[in-house]
Nanobody, 123 residues
Framework: VQLQAFGGGLVQAGGSLRLSCATS????????FGWFRQAPGKEREFVAT????????YYAGAVEGRFSISRDTAKNTVYLQMNSLKPEDTALYYC?????????????????WGQGTEVTVSS
């Protein structure tokens, strides 16, 4: 199983980025996916999650209304559209896959992880 996250970069405050998480080796429709982030010196935190069907989506309060998670079954890829970026969004962003929807907010329960893609927002 591989999850490959990419799309990070350096952007000014107020700008946008779209992260992608390309997956292989798993039954894409049998997993829900989450995006997490970890800023320097801080713990990894939940950002967004999307259910197996894509019908259920949840966001952390800090990104609600600015970020949008989606999934493309044809491409086995999960996306995180990030708009109105703020300096506090600066972090290493990870995508993860799990089969237990009930534990969707907890990083420690996710089965598979991508390598992370770095997002830096300048003020």
């Amino acid at each position: 199983v591989q999850l490959q996250a990419f799309g990070g970069g350096l952007v000014q405050a107020g700008g946008s980025l779209r992260l992608s998480c390309a997956t292989s080796g798993l039954m894409f429709n049998n997993y829900h996916f989450g995006w997490f982030r970890q800023a320097p010196g801080k713990e990894r935190e939940f950002v967004a999650t999307i259910s197996m069907t894509g019908l259920h989506i949840y966001y952390a309060g800090a990104v609600e209304g600015r970020f949008s998670i989606s999934r493309d079954t044809a491409k086995n890829t999960v996306y995180l559209q990030m708009n109105s970026l703020k300096p506090e969004d600066t972090a290493l962003y990870y995508c993860a896959a799990d089969r237990q929807w009930s534990r969707r907010y907890e990083a420690r329960f996710y089965d598979y992880w991508g390598q992370g893609t770095e997002v830096t927002v300048s003020s």
